[in-house]
């Protein structure tokens, strides 16, 4: 069975600085394409960031220039620095991924199917 934890969430005021880890267990990252989404209660879940399995990456519009994916096979983990964070950044962040073939597959999309979801990691940004 394929389980990812996310972990790394906290309460840090504005314009401060986090990083998630997504940690795999009983696969590794090196054949997956990951992602990382947030939702915030009564909004629809958001594409955060995507790394692909040949480390291409893409991020929403309202991130990009302050977050930053990463992966590091050989600690099977997938990292997403958050910087200069806004309150509207507030939310849970979930990582999830597939298995693929295709190397340059970097998924934004919360509706495509992925083999699996973590059960989130709550950033919550406040002064």
């Known amino acids: 069975q394929l389980q990812v934890a996310e972990s790394g969430g906290a309460l840090v005021q504005p314009g401060g600085s986090l990083r998630l880890s997504c940690t795999a267990s009983?696969?590794?990252?090196?054949?997956?394409?990951v992602s990382w989404f947030r939702q915030v209660p009564g909004k629809e879940r958001e594409g955060v960031s995507c790394i692909s399995r040949n480390d291409r990456t893409n991020y929403g519009d309202s991130v990009k220039g302050r977050f930053t994916i990463s992966r590091d096979n050989g600690k099977n983990i997938v990292y997403l620095q958050l910087a200069s964070l806004k309150p509207e950044d507030t939310g849970r962040y979930y990582c999830?991924?597939?298995?693929?073939?295709?190397?340059?597959?970097?998924?934004?999309?919360?509706?495509?199917?992925?083999?699996?979801w973590g059960k989130g990691t709550l950033v919550t940004v406040s002064s």
């Open positions: 999830s991924g597939r298995n693929t073939t295709i190397e340059r597959l970097c998924i934004m999309n919360p509706d495509f199917f992925m083999d699996y």
């Open positions: 009983g696969f590794t990252f090196e054949t997956h394409a």
